[in-house]
Nanobody, 125 residues
Framework: VQLQASGGGLVQAGDSLRLSCQAS????????MAWFRQAPGKEREFVAA????????HYADSVKGRFTISRDNAKNTAYLQMRNLKPEDTAVYYC???????????????????WGQGTLVTVSS
């Protein structure tokens, strides 16, 4: 599975941005999709995930209420709608996919088998 992330850019604090993750697979609906991010000098951290069936969602506390993860299985695409962006949201955002995760593993980056190339989000104050 190849993942192509897009939608990053330079925005001001309080702005919104939507990231997209296009997957090259005919079995997209079988994959749990997630977004992680890595800020300069920091470790990669979990942002959000959406499960393959039923579409239940999970969020990091730092983005809950501001970010929304969704998926369109017909388009093989996952999205991350980001609102009220803050300077601390500045990072490279990566999408990830895996077909075999249980709920307890959703927030763990090394549990995901497939990764996109990352898209940079910069939020100015």
């Amino acid at each position: 599975v190849q993942l192509q992330a897009s939608g990053g850019g330079l925005v001001q604090a309080g702005d919104s941005l939507r990231l997209s993750c296009q997957a090259s697979t005919d079995t997209f609906s079988r994959y749990t999709m997630a977004w992680f991010r890595q800020a300069p000098g920091k470790e990669r951290e979990f942002v959000a995930a959406i499960k393959r069936s039923g579409g239940s969602t999970h969020y990091a506390d730092s983005v809950k209420g501001r970010f929304t993860i969704s998926r369109d299985n017909a388009k093989n695409t996952a999205y991350l709608q980001m609102r009220n962006l803050k300077p601390e949201d500045t990072a490279v955002y990566y999408c990830a996919a895996d077909s075999g995760l249980i709920s307890s593993s959703l927030r763990i980056d090394y549990e995901y088998d497939y990764w996109g190339q990352g898209t940079l989000v910069t939020v100015s104050s």
